[in-house]
Nanobody
Framework: QVQIVESGGGLVQPGGSLRLSCAAS????????MGWYRQPPGKQREMVAI???????NYADSVRGRFTIARDNAKNMVFLQMNNLKPEDTGVYYC???????WGQGTQVTVSS
């Protein structure tokens, strides 16, 4: 069974930064894209950023210029550097492997004064 584990969430003030990490293990094809999604309280899950195996990245308009996604193919890991955080960034952040439709259990990010 594929296992996906996120870490790095927490409480941060507006304007602060956090770095999320995701580690995937099991029978994983390294050519799969990896991404980050988030679910604000009471809202549907939305794409935040996704990165291909070659390193091409796409971002949601709301985070472009503030967030950076990166990956380590050798370790099956993906990262999300979040800068200049806003209260609307609050939510549970999930690591996702679209090619096998697998999700982590999420890590909570709270941006509040």
């Amino acid at each position: 069974q594929v296992q996906i584990v996120e870490s790095g969430g927490g409480l941060v003030q507006p304007g602060g930064s956090l770095r999320l990490s995701c580690a995937a293990s099991g029978n994983i094809y390294r050519g799969y894209a990896m991404g980050w999604y988030r679910q604000p309280p009471g809202k549907q899950r939305e794409m935040v950023a996704i990165i291909s195996s070659r390193g091409d990245a796409n971002y949601a308009d709301s985070v472009r210029g503030r967030f950076t996604i990166a990956r380590d193919n050798a370790k099956n890991m993906v990262f999300l550097q979040m800068n200049n955080l806003k209260p609307e960034d609050t939510g549970v952040y999930y690591c996702h492997l679209p090619g096998i439709d697998s999700w982590g259990q999420g890590t909570q990010v709270t941006v509040s004064s």
